[in-house]
């Protein structure tokens, strides 16, 4: 892992600097008081509260909360990837998200997919070719069951 992603994995984990970078650049992650519980290059947590901010007029985490959460727990992972692969780039190419129970509780999305999306950065990287991967993002609450599941769709490539 390069140094700069060791340093990303470091300050994910500091409170303030989490704070300040989702404010800076995803001002609704901080808004909706999104934490990233834990990241490494196989697995990431991220948790969203359930509370006056998130929640909509049915007493539930409004849907774009949930997929925003669900699109960082594997953002965090795919940027990992990119910051120890070269110099390349990252999109989210398409969306695509299953609501199947109602979040009225704090939310934990966790993401597995850390082999493969270092494994498609590095093809980037060597192939010079744009490579795409759908990332799952499984929201579950207090009691497991599983509430949402997120895939995002990244597009990776070599920046030139």
Do not use: H
Request: aromatic share 12%; with cysteine.
């Amino acid at each position: 892992m390069s140094p700069q992603a060791k340093k990303y994995l470091q300050d994910l984990q500091v409170s303030w600097k989490l704070k300040l970078y989702f404010l800076k650049n995803l001002p609704s992650a901080w808004w909706w008081g999104f934490r990233v519980k834990s990241a490494s290059a196989e697995r990431t947590e991220v948790t969203i509260p359930f509370n006056w901010r998130t929640q909509n007029p049915f007493k539930s985490i409004y849907f774009a909360a949930l997929a925003g959460a669900g699109e960082l727990s594997t953002g965090v992972m795919a940027n990992l990837a990119r910051m120890s692969g070269g110099n390349v780039s990252m999109l989210v190419l398409e969306q695509r998200a299953e609501f199947l129970k109602k979040a009225n509780a704090t939310i934990t999305f966790t993401c597995e997919d850390g082999a493969k999306v270092f494994e498609t950065v590095s093809l980037a990287a060597a192939t010079q070719q744009p490579q795409t991967l759908t990332m799952l993002g499984t929201g579950r609450n207090p009691q497991g069951e599983v509430v949402a599941k997120v895939y995002i769709t990244w597009t990776f490539k070599l920046r030139s």
